[in-house]
T-cell receptor, first 110, second 114 residues
Framework: GENVEQHPSTLSVQEGDSAVIKCTYS??????FPWYKQELGKRPQLIID?????GEKKDQRIAVTLNKTAKHFSLHITETQPEDSAVYFC?????????FGKGTRLHILP | EAGVTQSPTHLIKTRGQQATLRCSPI?????VYWYQQALGLGLQFLLW???????NRGNFPPRFSGRQFPNYSSELNVNALELEDSALYLC?????????????FGDGTRLSIL
């Protein structure tokens, strides 16, 4: 069945460095790709999303890139800060289906 | 604007019992989604309601069911509870119909099965 693979499962980066999280999806009908951030004990919150007719989208320190041919999309966080520590989930949506990746726990090291 | 609210915050049940979880979407949102977040498994899509009707469901057995009321609030019912049902159940809403829209999540109901 359809699947979304997310890597890495855990990522530690020095404060100020960049972090990259990658997701690969299998359903070629997927056309909407949101990223959610979930801080410990809190609700998931949308941080950025991209649709299949766009290759890249940026919002301040956060950017998402999409490669439809490879069925691959990535989250890029630059100049990481302590408040970026959280679990990040990617998702792929097409028609009446939504599939989430298993999440990446991001640690920002002082 | 009030966010998505879920009740109860915690729910403790024993095997075989039935659980009812409730969700109130953001005012003006007509679509409600339910997810199961078990430890280490990310978010699993359970159910999607829009305008009072079930639009789609994920790969869960029929003992997971729900409904949406005329005011767009929703209930998730889980019958014949099993130990593996222990998880955080999240509700989300969106103002537009369809899964291809940004979703706003509630804080969840933590269901523990003893």
């Amino acid at each position: 069945g359809e699947n979304v693979e997310q890597h890495p499962s855990t990522l530690s980066v020095q404060e100020g460095d960049s972090a990259v999280i990658k997701c690969t999806y299998s359903d070629s009908a997927s056309n909407y790709f949101p990223w959610y951030k979930q801080e410990l004990g809190k609700r998931p919150q949308l941080i950025i999303d991209i649709r299949s007719n766009v290759g890249e989208k940026k919002d301040q320190r956060i950017a998402v890139t999409l490669n439809k041919t490879a069925k691959h999309f990535s989250l890029h966080i630059t100049e990481t800060q302590p408040e970026d520590s959280a679990v990040y989930f990617c998702a792929a949506t097409g028609g009446d289906k939504i599939i989430f990746g298993k999440g990446t726990r991001l640690h920002i090291l002082p | 604007e009030a966010g998505v609210t879920q009740s109860p915050t915690h729910l403790i049940k024993t095997r075989g019992q039935q659980a009812t979880l409730r969700c109130s979407p953001i005012s003006g949102h007509t679509s409600v989604y339910w997810y199961q977040q078990a430890l280490g498994l990310g978010l699993q899509f359970l159910l999607w309601y829009d305008e009072g009707e079930e639009r789609n469901r994920g790969n869960f057995p029929p003992r997971f069911s729900g409904r949406q009321f005329p005011n767009y609030s929703s209930e998730l019912n889980v019958n014949a509870l099993e130990l593996e049902d222990s998880a955080l159940y999240l509700c989300a809403s969106s103002p537009f119909r369809g899964l291809g829209q940004p979703q706003h999540f509630g804080d969840g109901t933590r269901l523990s099965i003893l």
